[in-house]
Nanobody, 120 residues
Framework: QVRVVESGGGLVQAGGSLRLSCTAS????????MGWYRQAPGKQRELVAA???????NYADSVKGRFTIARDNAKNTVSLQMNSLKPEDTAVYYC??????????????WGQGTLVTVSS
């Protein structure tokens, strides 16, 4: 069994900051990529930022320069520091872990989502 649990969402004014955290736990052999996705009402889920085990990062153009993703491989955690937030950042944010367990091949595991609301 694998669990992916996020925390840190909430309500913030435009220009403010929030930090999201995520931990993967369970029967994990290795984690390849950890990332954050978001889904706004009426829109498709989109990649916000991702980080590989070696530290290579990938950001959506809309968040470059404002968001920073970081990872602690020893603790199987990933964080997303969000600065200069805009109303269009409002969405449910989901943590994703692409990992291999001791009994299965590589699969994607998702958290339950955490709501980020940015007021204007």
């Amino acid at each position: 069994q694998v669990r992916v649990v996020e925390s840190g969402g909430g309500l913030v004014q435009a220009g403010g900051s929030l930090r999201l955290s995520c931990t993967a736990s369970g029967n994990i052999f290795s984690i390849n990529v950890m990332g954050w996705y978001r889904q706004a009402p009426g829109k498709q889920r989109e990649l916000v930022a991702a980080i590989a085990g070696g530290g290579t990062t990938n950001y959506a153009d809309s968040v470059k320069g404002r968001f920073t993703i970081a990872r602690d491989n020893a603790k199987n955690t990933v964080s997303l520091q969000m600065n200069s937030l805009k109303p269009e950042d409002t969405a449910v944010y989901y943590c994703n872990a692409r990992l291999r367990t001791y009994s299965l091949g590589e699969n994607d595991y998702w958290g339950q989502g955490t709501l980020v609301t940015v007021s204007s």
